[in-house]
């Protein structure tokens, strides 16, 4: 009993260290496999890969109750539903046996949590870590923390894991965050909606466009907003903004939501003086609160769709709120050879949590990874 508390106390202090919004921490995470290897039973390893998710995650039963303007009770239910894919799969594919068992388990395991549907919460991947442990090594770097990760499955761990200590030293000593192309800003606001369901108004719009003219004051050239900054995008606002930025010289990206048959599109809209197109639909929205495929109303998920965009001119790939929590939609992103990584997010429900810095972190460590620039835009 004592063995297995102990197993499940560490796995929930290294989803705590490795998901704190601190993206040096990211590589802490990379002990969960052990963990979850090493585990004395299936129950534990179960109850460990548990204590592990939810403890990542541990910033939702506050934003959910905020979101919802709920009691606690509801946030602690959808914390505990949304653990329970992770907590299945991990728990299925361990094995008892060791050899080819364990870290074969985990490969899949982490496969499955990576890509629809089980990735759809496919939150905390340790892979995410490759960033920090390889940075600029692409998808070389992705395939040796996958390896990595393997192999602290295994007797050979103590290696693995003074392997990637010594890479994430080095890499603490030299890091140095990934900025913008030169001329691109983004831009944090502070709008609070109060309750789901409000957009911007004319006053915030008419505050939004001095930000931008702001910016190119001081030199940018193309600036990113962050997500549901152009809130309901219709061809009133379309006109507002345009003529707003006739005399500009500038191409602004701000989130906004389209309208549709069955329910709303998130998506990214580029903007000039000349007019507006939309660049980019997300593929993931959040699940329940935005993503509802069993009713009508709620965003649509594009899945596999438009994974870059055009945008001032350059490749981007885009990243909005939700997919940056998640693996399959930057990887896919990747395999199209993007020039920059387009990370946009709308926090106003996360209180005092840590989500957004775990976003962030996320985005930098997967820019660090692929050695792209990167712009980031919140609304906090």
């Known amino acids: 009993m004592f063995t297995a508390a102990m197993f499940v106390a560490a796995a929930s202090a290294v989803g705590a260290i490795g998901w704190s919004g601190e993206v040096l921490l990211l590589p802490v995470a990379c002990l969960f496999p052990a963990l979850w290897a090493f585990a004395p039973t299936r129950l534990v390893a179960g109850l460990g890969s548990m204590a592990y998710f939810m403890a990542a995650s541990r910033g939702l039963p506050v934003g959910v109750s905020i979101f919802y303007a709920s009691d606690i009770w509801v946030g602690l239910g959808l914390w505990g539903a949304a653990s329970l894919l992770f907590v299945a799969v991990h728990t299925i594919l361990w094995s008892p046996k060791s050899g080819w068992h364990r870290p074969l388990g985990y490969l899949v395991a982490w496969a499955l949590m990576s890509v629809p549907p089980f990735g759809i919460v496919g939150w905390a991947s340790p892979i995410t870590a490759a960033g920090v442990l390889c940075p600029g090594w692409g998808w070389a770097g992705l395939v040796a923390t996958a390896a990595g990760l393997s192999a602290m499955t295994t007797r050979a761990w103590p290696l693995a894991g ?24 983004g831009i944090d606001t502070a709008f609070n909606y109060q309750v789901a369901g409000e957009h911007a108004d004319y006053a915030q719009h008419m505050t939004t466009i001095a930000l931008v003219r702001r910016a190119v004051e001081n030199g940018a050239s193309t600036v990113v907003l962050p997500e549901s900054a152009l809130g309901i995008w219709t061809p009133t606002t379309e006109r507002l903004w345009t003529r707003n930025l006739t005399d500009l010289d500038v191409v602004v990206a701000g989130g906004a939501v389209v309208i549709n048959e069955s329910g709303y599109d998130n998506v990214m809209i580029e903007l000039t003086g000349e007019g507006a197109r939309v660049l980019y639909r997300e593929r993931m929205p959040v699940p329940v609160s935005m993503w509802r495929p069993w009713a009508s109303g709620g965003a649509s998920a594009q899945f596999f769709d438009n994974p870059t965009g055009r945008f001032a001119g350059a490749s981007v790939a885009p990243l909005i709120c939700y997919e940056q929590l998640i693996v399959w939609p930057i990887l896919q992103s990747m395999l199209y050879g993007p020039d920059v990584i387009v990370a946009t997010g709308n926090g106003w429900w996360t209180g005092d949590t840590n989500i957004v810095p775990i976003q962030r972190a996320s985005a930098r460590a997967w820019a660090a990874l692929f050695g792209l620039p990167l712009v980031i835009a919140f609304n906090t």
């Open 162 to 185: 003074v392997a990637m200590g010594v890479a994430f030293s080095v890499s603490a000593l030299t890091w140095s965050n990934p900025v913008p192309l030169d001329g691109w800003v």
